[in-house]
């Protein structure tokens, strides 16, 4: 079974500052997660993904997310917000092997000011 | 290079009327999902299919719920008849092969109101 807690369903930041948002999971096997963002009336965009390889893990739009075995995190970052950055922002847990299980958090919103 | 296509992409129907969804995904991807995502939350699971094969469809309303993928490419959604909590976004999504880390690609979603 796997879980994922997204901290802040709505976070709000202003234009050049720090973008912050959380993300934990809960997988009882080795986990690959997932970070999607999502335009208004539009699909899901992967942003990035860990499976495995390096803990530090870059993604478009200058995103990137670090993966933390011993706090069970992967929390998104990224340094300098751009108006264009506002969107909800899924983070999503699947377990590593053959079975695709794909769980989704309930999403943050983020609200860039200008 | 072609994403997941959906359609329609807004739907709205009086309740206990039917409606269906098409998808069509990425061109050689196999594995086919139908994600629901209500107003404010995450998607979730409908059905997966590998193929033609439905291989998890345990989230999938059988009452009222069908789906179907023939020849293993396009799939149809269908829902009859709708109730007023079936009013969410449905994403058909995509992906090459049934590994956790393949990215699954999600098309721009069916957007169904149930009134």
């Known amino acids: 079974a796997q879980s994922v807690t997204q901290l802040g369903s709505h976070v709000s930041v202003s234009e050049g500052a720090l973008v912050l948002l959380r993300c934990n999971y809960s997988s009882s096997v080795p986990p690959y997660l997932f970070w999607y963002v999502q335009y208004p009336n539009q699909g899901l965009q992967l942003l990035l993904k860990?499976?495995?390889?390096?803990?530090l893990v870059k993604g478009i739009n200058g995103f990137e997310a670090e993966f933390k075995k011993s706090e069970t995190s992967f929390h998104l970052t990224k340094p300098s917000a751009h108006m264009s950055d506002a969107a909800e922002y899924f983070c999503?847990?699947?377990?590593?092997?053959?079975?695709?299980?794909?769980?989704f958090g309930s999403g943050t919103q983020l609200t860039v000011l200008p | 290079e072609a994403g997941v296509v959906q359609s329609p992409r807004y739907k709205i129907i009086e309740k206990k009327q039917p409606v269906a969804f098409w998808c069509n995904p990425i061109s050689g991807h196999n594995t086919l999902y139908w994600y629901r995502q209500n107003l404010g939350q995450g998607p979730e699971l409908l059905i997966r299919?590998?193929?033609?094969?439905?291989?998890?469809d345990s989230q999938l309303p059988k009452d009222r719920f069908s789906a179907e993928r023939l020849k293993g490419v396009d799939s149809t959604l269908k829902i009859q008849p709708a109730e007023l909590g079936d009013s969410a976004v449905y994403l058909c999504?995509?992906?090459?092969?049934?590994?956790?880390?393949?990215?699954?690609?999600f098309g721009e979603g069916s957007w169904l109101t149930v009134v």
């Open positions: 999503a847990v699947s377990a590593s092997g053959s079975a695709r299980q794909l769980t």
């Open positions: 860990y499976t495995s390889a390096a803990t």
């Open positions: 999504a995509s992906s090459f092969r049934t590994q956790g880390g393949n990215t699954i690609y």
């Open positions: 299919y590998e193929n033609e094969e439905a291989v998890d």
